[in-house]
């Protein structure tokens, strides 16, 4: 049998068994669905592809790159052991996180898109939501984060020590997003056990926030990260901007974008030097 057709099998098999409430894709109608688990353009929108390829991966008539195994390997929560299998299965080596440890480099494509973005404020995180880089935008009108390493340069624990900016999201949002990070660490963390510096921060927003254990110890919730917000500005007093976080398969990195609506472009809620 061919590897591809190994490779269909076993996606199949993994996205049957997926409810959308497990990965926080919303409910759609009909009620009653007719597949078991997530459906194929369901999966194809976690993972940043189109429905057909999902289907003709499963098919055996296209072959994976590996950025994507990796994408579905998150989409579908899958444990080490079975991400493992899956590259396998695609014919790559074993899953970048076999040491243990969160990769901390921007790659080439990450870089690409920081240099080629230059009309919306763009910033590039790890897994565990640290941010790595980001473009002159992002810096001027969003966001100010230290130069140094550190922790004051992680999304989450800002969120949860109020370190961070004062962006303003009206309460269900602001619980969501929450909600939302503190999964996506828990991830990390469950793909990621080799990693001290992860380990040790866990542990201090533990000690530091009762609403971080409450989420931390809650069953995963739907929840995504497609938002609209106020944040301040030092230039212009404050920006409404929609949020959307793209990931980036190789590396594991996630790319946050802030973009204001035409509307607010043209009444000057961005400089224009992002117009």
Known sequence: MRTDDDFGTALRGLRRRVT??????PASLPAVRRVPGLRRDELAGLVGVSEEHVKRLEQGRRRPSPGVVDALARALRLTPAEHTRLRALAGFAATPEADGRVPREITETARRMLDRLTEVA?????????VLAANDLWHSDVCTVPDTPGRDRNVVWRAFTETGPSVF????????FRATVVAELRDAARRYPADAELSSMIADLRDRSPEFVRLWDAPPSPGGHADRLRVPSPVHGHLDLDLDVL???PGDLRVVVYTASAAEEAEGALPAAAR
């Open 20 to 25: 959308p409430d497990e990965v926080g894709v």
């Open 169 to 176: 999201r009206v309460p269900e949002k602001l619980a969501g």
């Open 247 to 249: 990931t980036l398969g």
């Open 122 to 130: 763009v910033c590039v995180c790890d897994a565990t939501w640290t």
